[in-house]
């Protein structure tokens, strides 16, 4: 079975930090574009950041400077440091892998997600 298992949320006080980790099973993801998401309660999920294979890396402006994604490809697993964080950050974080057949997604998996609260 083909899964992606996030872990490392909790409450964190503001300016504080945390680290998000994305462990994929069930196949290699290397070729894939590996990304962290979030969604806040009456918000639409939004984009946090994204590594590709080639490891070049995309972040939000609004954690551009916070927020550093990477990936371990040997064991499958992708990271989010969160640094400085604000009570804006608040959401459910949620680990995606999205493989292209050129400019098409050929597959797009979903962990089921991990609650950050930033709250003091």
């Not at 949320?9 to 998000?20: H, K």
């Not at 590996?34 to 309660?41: E, S």
């Not at 992708?78 to 400019?103: F, G, H, W």
Request: glycine share 10%; aromatic share 8%.
């Amino acid at each position: 079975q083909v899964q992606l298992v996030e872990s490392g949320g909790g409450l964190v006080q503001p300016g504080g930090s945390l680290r998000l980790s994305c462990v994929a099973s069930g196949d290699t993801f290397s070729k894939d574009t590996m990304g962290w998401y979030r969604q806040a309660p009456g918000k639409q999920r939004e984009l946090v950041a994204k590594i590709t294979r080639g490891g070049v890396t995309n972040n939000a402006d609004s954690v551009k400077g916070r927020f550093t994604i990477s990936r371990d490809n040997a064991k499958n697993t992708v990271y989010l440091q969160m640094s400085i964080l604000k009570p804006e950050d608040t959401a459910v974080y949620y680990c995606n892998a999205r493989r292209y057949y050129l400019t098409i997604v050929a597959r797009d998996l979903w962990g089921q997600g991990t609650q950050v609260t930033v709250s003091s």
